[in-house]
């Protein structure tokens, strides 16, 4: 398994706690879907950084609060030839919107950076809350099953 995590924002530093959270997040949502041989990048951007890539490949005109990039389709995925790792893809986290989000919902930072990696984890692995009811609900109760067995719930 491979996890690289890359902040590229400055207002906000990413905190030892907030990483660990991530990573925690990557590897708790594969070991729940049984992948164990994998590799994602995450970036840790500010809203204005979101906000270009969400118009660009979204055609969303306002920032967002993460952003998947999967490098699989239907479950098929290439695989890194110096490792033999299945590529899952790219995470784009805006750290100012998870720092305005934890605020809204009343929650920890380290509970908002967990759920919005454990969402975009699940988008990597193929699943889509936009498509269906059905396939939103099985999403959900992914999300929620992970992040109970990281203790990250709701307050």
């Excluded at 990573?23 to 204005?48: L, P, Q, W, Y």
């Excluded at 009343?106 to 759920?115: K, Q, V, Y």
Aim: charged fraction near 30%; hydrophobic fraction near 35%; aromatic fraction near 6%.
């Amino acid at each position: 398994m491979k996890i690289v995590i890359r902040s590229r924002q400055r207002e906000y530093k990413l905190s030892r706690r907030e990483r660990l959270i991530i990573r925690k997040s990557i590897m708790k949502t594969a070991e729940f879907e049984g992948i164990a041989d994998f590799e994602v990048n995450v970036n840790v951007v500010d809203d204005r950084h979101i906000h270009y890539l969400n118009k660009r490949c979204r055609g969303i005109n306002r920032p967002t609060d993460v952003l998947s990039f999967p490098l699989g389709e239907d479950g098929v995925y290439d695989k890194n030839p110096e490792t033999g790792n299945i590529m899952l893809g790219d995470i784009v986290l805006s750290l100012q919107t998870a720092v305005r989000q934890a605020f809204e919902y009343n929650h920890s930072l380290t509970r908002e950076c967990g759920f919005l990696t454990v969402h975009s984890m699940l988008h990597l692995l193929g699943y889509d809350h936009v498509a269906s009811s059905a396939e939103r609900a099985i999403m959900q109760a992914k999300e929620k099953a992970i992040l109970q067995n990281m203790k990250l719930n709701r307050k």
